[in-house]
């Protein structure tokens, strides 16, 4: 059975400042995808993720992919309030397109 | 824009009573799954659908029903409401293997159960 930790669940941080998410996973996946939520919010989508190795970018946000240690992490470098959001990684396995979740990090920058 | 569309977008509705919400889908989107999220919680799996065939569920009972249509559409049925139904469900679509591998989703469906 695929599992999904998520950590830090929760995290407070100024503006200018670098942190990282991190997902571990139990199994072999497929497929990782990374997205946020806003509150009262729908989920966007910010990266696919599907080969070791995988680095993919957007703005302030990146994201990497190390499937032989089953790990992800989603990096924000010189944080901006306009991240503030909850942040879910999601995997799928055999080819279903079925995601398993995280249980999401809630992220504050401060001004 | 995901292109994937949800109503109703809030709805209140009697403990006991019964629920349809829908879901519309980009044209060539042939998966679509549908999601319960509780509040302050991650998203769980309900089941998926592809080409109007079930092939997949969550450990969700029997009174969680879906259909698909051949024009992308696609409901949520969910009978014998229960206060823990409560949530946000969301619909998912993703298209072909060769369109990417990007899963869209739509706004969702606020459902309070009193």
Request: proline share 4%; hydrophobic share 30%; charged share 15%.
């Amino acid at each position: 059975e695929l599992k999904v930790e998520q950590n830090p669940l929760f995290l407070s941080m100024q503006e200018g400042k670098n942190y990282t998410i991190y997902c571990n996973y139990s199994t072999t996946s497929d497929r990782l995808y990374w997205y946020r939520q806003d509150p009262g919010k729908s989920l966007e989508s910010l990266f696919v993720l599907l080969s070791n190795g995988a680095v993919k970018q957007e703005g302030r946000l990146m994201a990497s992919l190390d499937t032989k240690a089953r790990l992800s992490t989603l990096h924000i470098t010189a944080a901006v309030h306009d991240l503030s959001a909850t942040y879910f990684c999601a995997l799928t396995m055999d080819s279903n397109y079925q995601l398993i979740w995280g249980a999401g990090t809630k992220l504050i920058i401060k001004p | 824009e995901t292109g994937v569309t949800q109503s109703p977008t809030h709805l209140i509705k009697t403990r006991g009573q019964q629920v349809t919400l829908r879901c519309s889908s980009q044209s060539g989107h042939n998966t679509v799954s549908w999601y319960q999220q509780a509040l302050g919680q991650g998203p769980q799996f309900i089941f998926q659908y592809y080409r109007e065939e079930e092939n997949g569920r969550g450990n969700f009972p029997p009174r969680f029903s879906g259909l698909q249509f051949p024009n992308y559409s696609s409901e949520l049925n969910v009978n014998a409401l229960e206060l823990d139904d409560s949530a946000l469900y969301l619909c998912a679509s993703r298209g072909p293997h060769t369109s990417g591998n990007t899963i869209y989703f739509g706004e969702g469906s606020w459902l309070t159960v009193v």
